[in-house]
């Protein structure tokens, strides 16, 4: 499987960001590993909860920034969120209750479409976060 990479380029410059989507894509690459490599699907259902459940915790906590200021494409940018989120559950549902084969390119499909989020919405919404905070101090 292909495995996907954060350039220093997609850093938000927000650090507990740029750690969990880090932390997002290093879990994503290990189970496409994981896809193709074993047997077990109990341990392929791990890997796709452990996935799960930092993605959630990281669109939680994003989204909690949003309501710090008046940030315009908060909406939009949950709207995504949640068709994600529907997607993933949509894909382990499949897995478990249908006995739906996974290959390495779902893994892969996953942590891409991450990397184009963060490169799209979160850049943009880093960019506008950072500008907001240096004002708040600058105005002290
Ligand atoms: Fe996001
Ligand atoms: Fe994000």
């Known amino acids: 499987m292909k495995k996907t990479f954060l350039e220093k380029e997609s850093y938000t410059g927000i650090?507990?960001?740029?750690?969990?989507?880090?932390?997002?894509i290093r879990i994503g690459n290990?189970?496409?590993?994981?896809i193709e490599n074993s047997?077990?699907?109990?341990?392929?259902?791990?890997?796709?909860?452990?996935?799960?459940?930092?993605?959630?915790?990281?669109?939680?906590?994003e989204e909690s920034l949003f309501k710090n200021f008046d940030y315009k494409q908060?909406?939009?940018h949950i709207e995504m969120h949640r068709f994600y989120m529907t997607s993933l559950l949509e894909a382990k549902k499949k897995f478990v209750e249908l006995n739906v084969?996974?290959?390495?390119?779902?893994a892969n499909f996953l942590n891409e479409w991450v990397k184009s989020h963060i490169i799209?919405?979160?850049?943009?919404?880093?960019?506008?976060?950072?500008?907001?905070a240096a004002?708040?101090?600058?105005?002290i």
């Open 15 to 24: 650090e507990i960001i740029d750690n969990q989507h880090l932390e997002i």
């Open 30 to 34: 290990d189970l496409g590993f994981l």
């Open 39 to 61: 047997k077990n699907r109990d341990t392929i259902i791990s890997g796709l909860d452990e996935f799960i459940t930092a993605v959630e915790k990281h669109f939680i906590y």
């Open 74 to 76: 908060a909406e939009r």
């Open 101 to 106: 084969e996974l290959s390495g390119s779902v």
């Open 120 to 132: 799209s919405l979160d850049l943009t919404f880093g960019n506008e976060y950072l500008k907001t």
């Open 135 to 139: 004002n708040s101090v600058n105005s």
